[in-house]
């Protein structure tokens, strides 16, 4: 293969592993979403947290599993490219869970909950970008008194952002 290909088959490879890993997202998050809710549908204020903590638990997992697909498919990938594969992972799964709950819905299922919209999308891809980070200092940083440091500066980073703008 030509050198000068490369990074358009990079490119190429995240994305194709963003969109598997999304629609994996989206169906397992409409499981999750049928599941709290056909048990716990008396319980509305209990489903909603849990559905959240649910949703976040999921989004890592796949974001986590998106970079390390790509990393380990294509060696050579550069971080900025697998730090946007799990930017891309993290949009691709909520437009996905999107279209399965809008389906869903459709058929006449209740989910319990409403769909997301423009601003979960925008927070999901914000959080997947976070938890890429976190996945790339797992994958690139050898030294683990280096890789707890730079954890803690992101969530301390996060923090005074979140303290600053509330």
């Known amino acids: 293969m030509a050198k ?15 969109l598997i890993t999304g629609i994996v997202f989206g169906l397992l998050l409409l499981g999750v979403r049928l599941l709290i809710g056909h048990f716990l549908w008396e319980y509305r204020d209990l489903s909603y947290y849990l559905n959240t903590g649910a949703a976040l638990f999921l ?18 990938a550069g971080v900025l490219l697998l730090w946007f594969s799990g930017g891309l992972t993290a949009a691709a799964g909520v437009l996905m869970a999107t279209i399965f709950f809008a389906l869903a819905s459709s058929t006449g299922l209740d989910l319990g909950a409403r769909l997301p919209t423009r601003e979960d999308s925008v927070f999901a891809l914000l959080v997947g970008l976070v938890f890429s980070l976190i996945a790339l200092i797992h994958l690139k940083v050898r030294s683990k008194g280096l890789g707890n440091a730079l954890e803690i500066l992101i969530f301390a980073g996060i923090l005074v952002l979140l303290l600053y703008f509330s």
Not at 8 to 14: A, C, K, Q, R
Not at 59 to 76: C, D, M, Y
């Open 59 to 76: 989004l890592w997992l796949v974001v986590t599993a998106g970079v390390r697909s790509v990393q380990s498919l294509r060696k050579n």
């Open 4 to 18: 000068k290909n490369q990074p358009f088959v990079d490119l190429n490879v995240s994305v194709q592993v963003a």
